[in-house]
Nanobody
Framework: QVQLVESGGGLVQAAGSLRLSCAAS????????MGWFRQAPGKEREFVAG????????GYADSVKGRFSISKDNRKSTVYLQMNSLKPEDTAVYYC??????????????????WGQGTQVTVSS
């Protein structure tokens, strides 16, 4: 059974930082691409960042480029999202997702096979 467990969310002031973690079990993590998505109330789930199986390729939504950084530790089966210079508009539930592929990473939720339960990030102004 595949499990993705996010942690690290919370309440932070604007311009602050948070580091999200997502620990995976039950899948061949080293052969999986990973992604972070977020969903704010009343909005669709949107792509935030993605990383390929080896960690050699990453990609970001324009809204977070230069502020967020995704990384992957295959030895620990964990993916991270470092979030700096946070803005109130970053407030959302953040989800990690796994895609069973060694061909890059997806940017659409439909491309991912497994999802975590989500962690709330709230940025106050």
């Amino acid at each position: 059974q595949v499990q993705l467990v996010e942690s690290g969310g919370g309440l932070v002031q604007a311009a602050g930082s948070l580091r999200l973690s997502c620990a995976a079990s039950g899948l061949i993590f080293s052969n999986s691409a990973m992604g972070w998505f977020r969903q704010a109330p009343g909005k669709e789930r949107e792509f935030v960042a993605g990383i390929n199986w080896s960690g050699s390729r990453t990609g970001y939504a324009d809204s977070v480029k230069g502020r967020f950084s995704i990384s992957k530790d295959n030895r620990k089966s964990t993916v991270y999202l470092q979030m700096n210079s946070l803005k109130p508009e970053d407030t959302a539930v953040y989800y990690c997702a796994a895609e069973r592929t060694t061909l890059g990473y997806g940017t659409s939720p439909d491309e991912y096979d497994y999802w975590g339960q989500g962690t709330q990030v709230t940025v106050s102004s």
